[in-house]
């Protein structure tokens, strides 16, 4: 290594130059498994965080308030709606779900990064609000038939919930062409390691890192 030219006079790291945080939404017709490649993605990334949903849906088995959805009676929702709570929320399935404010717009500038599990109706909503820092990704099942299978097979909804949900696929699925980016779920890791290179790669985008400028700047002189 004693050829190696000495780098640390630098005053910039060249690894963790600052860049603005990105709102990384993933839809996708309900089973087709956004909510499995959200947690994957949120256990292997250490740098984003997921937007946790308000909703007026009962808990399904196993999720936890606060941690998967902030679980709000109709009431609660229409408070928050009436403060302007919400960056965006719709109707879905016969429930209410929407974004909290919270500090979504100082984390971008500090470069924290978001991860959305939401459907067209909020996609649209966000990209109306804040286009440049919106990257949205649709997940198609392979097929119809697959997507019956797998809302069935995760038994968590009745046999009435997961018809009416299959009801809407088609609507749902009809808002593809509005995203950034489509990707089969097919394969789960095959899936995943495509959601997770389009996330590293809009990282890297020139309009998000902001700390070019000065770097730039120094290294021209
Ligand atoms: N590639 C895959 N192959 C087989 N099963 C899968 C695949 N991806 C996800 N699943 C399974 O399909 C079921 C639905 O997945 P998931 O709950 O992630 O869907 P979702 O799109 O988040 O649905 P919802 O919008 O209703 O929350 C789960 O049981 C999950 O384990
Ligand atoms: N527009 C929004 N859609 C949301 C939000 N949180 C979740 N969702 C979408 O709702 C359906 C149903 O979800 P489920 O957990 O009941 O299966 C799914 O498409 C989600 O992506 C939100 O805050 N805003």
């Known amino acids: 290594?004693?050829?190696?030219?000495?780098?640390?006079?630098?005053?910039?790291?060249?690894d963790t130059l600052h860049r603005r945080g990105l709102m990384f939404i993933l839809s996708s017709p309900s089973g087709a498994g956004k909510t499995t490649l959200s947690r994957m993605l949120?256990?292997?990334?250490?740098?984003?965080?997921?937007s946790?949903?308000?909703?007026?849906?009962p808990p399904r088995e196993g999720e936890v308030d606060g941690k998967d959805y902030h679980f709000v009676s109709n009431e609660?929702?229409?408070?928050?709606?009436?403060?302007?709570?919400?960056y965006?929320?719709?109707?879905?399935?016969?429930?209410r779900y929407g974004t909290p404010k919270g500090h979504i717009r100082e984390g971008l500038k500090r470069g924290q990064d978001y991860l959305f599990d939401i459907?067209?109706?909020?996609?649209?909503?966000?990209?109306?609000?804040?286009?440049?820092?919106?990257?949205?990704?649709f997940i198609l099942p392979p097929s119809l038939d697959e997507l019956h299978r797998r809302l069935t097979a995760r038994a968590l909804d009745s046999e009435e919930v997961v018809n009416s949900r299959m009801?809407?696929?088609?609507?749902?699925?009809?808002?593809?062409?509005?995203?950034?980016?489509?990707?089969i779920n097919d394969n789960v890791d095959a899936?995943?390691?495509?959601?997770?290179?389009?996330?590293?790669?809009?990282r890297m985008k020139r309009t998000r890192q902001t700390g070019l400028i000065p770097f730039v700047r120094e290294l021209m002189g």
């Open 1 to 14: 290594m004693a050829d190696m030219p000495d780098s640390s006079s630098h005053s910039h790291d060249t």
């Open 42 to 50: 949120l256990a292997s990334e250490e740098e984003i965080m997921l």
């Open 52 to 57: 946790v949903s308000a909703t007026t849906r």
């Open 76 to 86: 609660e929702f229409d408070r928050l709606v009436e403060e302007d709570g919400f």
């Open 88 to 95: 965006e929320w719709a109707p879905v399935f016969g429930n």
């Open 119 to 137: 459907d067209w109706q909020g996609t649209q909503q966000l990209y109306q609000k804040d286009q440049q820092d919106t990257v949205s990704v």
């Open 167 to 183: 009801e809407r696929a088609r609507a749902e699925i009809s808002h593809w062409a509005e995203y950034d980016y489509v990707v």
């Open 191 to 202: 899936c995943f390691t495509k959601v997770r290179e389009i996330l590293h790669a809009e």
